[in-house]
Antibody, heavy 117, light 106 residues
Framework: QVTLKESGPTLVEPTQTLTLTCSFSGFSLSTSGVGVGWIRQSPGKALEWLALIYWDDDKRYSPSLKSRLTITKDTSKNQVVLIMTNMDPVDTATYYC?????????WGQGTLVTVSS | DIQMTQSPSSLSASVGDRVTITCQASQDVSKYLNWYQQKPGKAPKLLIYDASNLDTGVPSRFSGSGSGTHFTFTVSSLQPDDIATYYCQQYDDLYTFGQGTKVEIK
């Protein structure tokens, strides 16, 4: 059974750095073809892809946010970490992690991050 | 960057109706197009991958077609449980979601 769960702060102050952790089970991020991505959704808005890390440690970032994002994995812990710097109120959103295989086929429940002073 | 444009942005239909959503890519994405369903307060669910393949356990009333820049998502007979927002997503070059289509029951 594949599960993913996001964890991290619910409230971040402007200019701070956000660190989110995706803890997963039921699959291995060392299996060829597998990736884990981060997608966010601002309240009432569409989904926005942020970053993805593949089984071979290849990494991809949204061009518009690339300078602010870092994605890493710890295969032994079954975790993927997303770091987003210089947070702004417009970054208030629900942040999801999801497994990539044929598509984003398994998702976490999401975690709401509010950026406010 | 590849842009994905869905239409309509919302629709209202009756139970049993055939519903069609289109997704236009700003450049050729071949068959690298997925469709997701998102119910309020829930994470998205993958319905269709590679433009026309139903994910495991997805009812057969859902279907997808298209290639290149023009794609179609169809619900052959709308059910009350299908009330949701539907998103297309390309993965030919990185990953981009459409703006979503909200489906309501008339």
């Amino acid at each position: 059974q594949v599960t993913l769960k996001e964890s991290g702060p619910t409230l971040v102050e402007p200019t701070q750095t956000l660190t989110l952790t995706c803890s997963f089970s039921g699959f291995s991020l060392s299996t060829s073809g597998v990736g884990v991505g981060w997608i966010r959704q601002s309240p009432g808005k569409a989904l926005e892809w942020l970053a993805l890390i593949y089984w071979d440690d290849d990494k991809r970032y949204s061009p518009s946010l690339k300078s602010r994002l870092t994605i890493t994995k710890d295969t032994s812990k079954n975790q993927v970490v997303l770091i987003m710097t210089n947070m702004d109120p417009v970054d208030t959103a629900t942040y999801y992690c999801a497994r990539l295989l044929t598509g984003f086929d398994y998702w976490g429940q999401g975690t709401l991050v509010t950026v406010s002073s | 960057d590849i842009q994905m444009t869905q239409s309509p942005s919302s629709l209202s239909a009756s139970v049993g109706d055939r519903v069609t959503i289109t997704c236009q890519a700003s450049q050729d994405v071949s068959k690298y197009l997925n469709w997701y369903q998102q119910k309020p307060g829930k994470a998205p669910k993958l319905l269709i991958y590679d433009a026309s393949n139903l994910d495991t356990g997805v009812p057969s009333r859902f279907s997808g077609s298209g290639s290149g820049t023009h794609f179609t998502f169809t619900v052959s007979s709308l059910q009350p449980d299908d009330i949701a927002t539907y998103y297309c997503q390309q993965y030919d070059d990185l990953y981009t979601f459409g703006q979503g289509t909200k489906v309501e029951i008339k």
